[in-house]
Each structure stands twice: as structure tokens, then as C-alpha cells.
């Protein structure tokens, strides 16, 4: 009896209901930390609570490992990719010197020494000495 009242059940609903058609569901979703949203008193929340911590710092790429399980490529690697970054870090320095000394010879840079050598030899009391090791 109850195979047959189950059948007849299954049956009504499936031939005659027909379901509502789905609307849009809204979601409200609030930038703000749960205990933010329970607290009465207000307290001052920064942005870098509300990020993700992969929002505020890129992840490192591959798997993070300590000095004592790197490998020997490991460490390789990363010694080359230290050494590049020191020495671009170099040649950046180097070229704003430049820069700075071809736009402003008086400031204390390599060729301030030769505007300040040819400056001397107009001035009459003073007498300069013409070892180059003195000036290196």
C-alpha cells in the first residue's frame, strides 16, 4: 500500500507541479571582519585587515622551504638571483651618479674634482700640486 500511495505521489507532482522560475539570488557581502560587524563600539579598523593575506604580498613562487631543506640548486638559484639584484641595484646607483654629476658638477661627485682644479688655477695665492695619486 504505501509502494502504491508513494507511486501515486511521484506521479501527482511530477506531471502537474511546475516550479517557479529562479530569480536572481542577491548576495550582500561586507568588506568587513565578523568581530568588526559585532562590536557596539567602534574601533579603528585599517584596510590591511579586510585583504587576503595573497592581496597585501604576492606569493612566492614554487614551494617555500627552509635553509636546511633547500638543495644545492636551491641555494645556487638563489644566490644568482641575489647577485643580479645586487648588481642591477649597482648599476642603477651608478647611472643616477652620472646623471646627477653632468647636471650638477659642484656636489661633492667625481667631476667636481676637475671644476674645482680648473677653478683653482685661476685663483693667484693658491698652488696646486700635480700628483694624481693626490687625487684618486
Known sequence: ??????????ALSNFHYTPKPRGPELKIISNLPAVTV???APTAVSDLTLLAPEEVKARPKGEVKSNTEKTNTDRKRDRRQKKLKQRQRKLDRESREKAVAKLNPGLGNKYSKI???KKLKHVKDVTVLEDPSFFS
Open 115 to 117: 671644476e674645482a682644479l
Open 1 to 10: 500500500m504505501m509502494t502504491s500511495l508513494f507511486a501515486k505521489l511521484d
Open 38 to 40: 559585532e562590536e557596539v
